[in-house]
């Protein structure tokens, strides 16, 4: 996780509300942001191995925009992984959701979107999504919309639309992994053929297995990219080849070098909004 000399830096910027109870569903994780300025915010999205459904409580003026450029508001919900994705707005305030996939396979009532795509919530969820987005803003406290949020993801968990238990079994080793599992024993692992594995596992996570396992590896790299060691360390602490392959990897998700992605600034809130990353499996 960034290091703590970076908070004072996310703290200068926005004020950040997190639960103060540990949540009751597994998989899932909240925070509460408010900026401090009125001013603009223009923020690229560094990718996540999580599902973010983020609710605009504001003036409505937050938007956000996928890799086509096109813009939502209001409240919505990015795929897993994006790349490319920026969040604008003035006097931002915002509840943030993020959901490992397995969860959100479950709870978003269709099967996980592709990389990189936003969609509104309303979309997913009709007049239900518009209502709950109503609440969260007339509600008075964090706490109560920290509670608020988690009862509606809980009433919309269809234990129908649960993900195949092997594709389960094959998120959670890769997430144990840090991505360096080897997804071809994972297959076998899972009693399934690659072929299948391959057809399941992106239908419902919204990944190939390949492509997650690199995007895992990519969160837990930028991380320590964030909290402040060398390119050259975090390559081989991380699995990658050299220091040329962390790159590619960091401008393939992030679109920026690795020591730009280092100083983002949404990453660098992360060890205040997000100290563990519950949302990333589920027990």
């Known amino acids: 996780m960034p290091s703590a000399e970076r908070a004072p830096d996310a703290a200068a910027v926005w004020d950040i509300a997190t639960p103060s109870r540990p949540g009751r569903l597994p998989g899932v994780a909240m925070a509460g942001f408010r900026a401090r300025t009125a001013g603009p915010v223009d923020l690229s999205v560094v990718p996540y191995p999580a599902v973010t459904v983020a609710v605009d409580l504001g003036d409505g003026s937050l938007a956000v925009a996928d890799t086509s450029g096109r813009r939502q508001a209001g409240s919505v919900v990015v795929g897993l992984g994006p790349s490319g994705v920026r969040g604008r707005g003035r006097a931002v305030e915002c509840?943030?959701?993020?959901?490992?996939?397995?969860v959100a396979h479950a709870v978003l009532g269709a099967p996980s979107q592709p990389a990189g795509t936003v969609l509104s919530l309303e979309d997913l969820w009709?007049?239900?999504?518009?209502?709950?987005?109503?609440?969260?803003?007339?509600?008075?406290?964090?706490?109560?919309?920290?509670?608020?949020?988690?009862?509606t993801l809980a009433r919309r968990l269809d234990e129908d639309r649960a993900a195949d238990p092997e594709v389960a079994l094959v998120w959670r080793r890769l997430v144990a992994s840090r991505?360096?599992?080897?997804?071809?024993?994972?297959?076998?692992?899972?009693?399934?053929s690659r072929k299948r594995l391959w057809s399941r596992f992106r239908a419902q996570i919204g990944l190939g297995p390949k492509r997650a396992a690199r995007l895992i590896r990519f969160d837990h790299a930028v991380h320590r990219l964030a909290a402040g060691h060398g390119a050259a360390l975090v390559a081989a602490e991380c699995g990658y080849v050299d220091q040329s392959h962390l790159h590619r990897d960091v401008r393939a998700f992030a679109g920026v070098t690795p020591g730009a992605v280092?100083?983002?600034?949404?990453?660098?809130?992360?060890?205040?909004?997000?100290?563990a990353p519950a949302y990333l499996s589920v027990a």
């Open 95 to 102: 509840l943030q959701v993020r959901l490992s996939p397995l």
């Open 126 to 151: 009709g007049r239900d999504g518009a209502r709950t987005g109503e609440r969260l803003r007339e509600a008075g406290s964090w706490e109560e919309r920290f509670a608020l949020a988690e009862a």
């Open 179 to 192: 991505g360096l599992a080897r997804v071809e024993s994972l297959a076998a692992e899972a009693g399934w």
């Open 262 to 275: 280092a100083d983002a600034p949404w990453l660098a809130v992360d060890d205040v909004a997000w100290a």
